[in-house]
């Protein structure tokens, strides 16, 4: 299967890429993640699919991909993107809120400054 052109993919089209998984769902969280820095429409779209079973079932190790949209929304660092990861992290179960602020060492995902 060949490699999309993530980078010249809509945000509607990548938010498609991951709702249908496969091997290149990865690179469309991360291309979100870029985009949400200076398009609020992209940090949205992220914060949408953090909502999904399965982004938040897909794991390496114990971070899931809901976690890596998550801290790319906090990374992006604009008050939007900030306020969709606030929610994102609310929506997810009290085990992995846990997880991901261990793994983010903070006590709070307000401090978070990845």
Partial sequence: MPEPPVGEMSNAALADLVRVGGPFRG???????????TEGDAATTLGELTRLPLVREDRIHRVSLAWA???ALLAAETPHARQVAYRAFAALPEPDQQGLLDHLRCRRIEDAHP
Avoid: F, M, S
């Avoid at 690179?27 to 820095?37: Q, T």
């Fill in 69 to 71: 949209a998550i801290v």
């Fill in 27 to 37: 690179k469309a969280v991360y291309e979100l993640g870029d985009r949400a820095a």
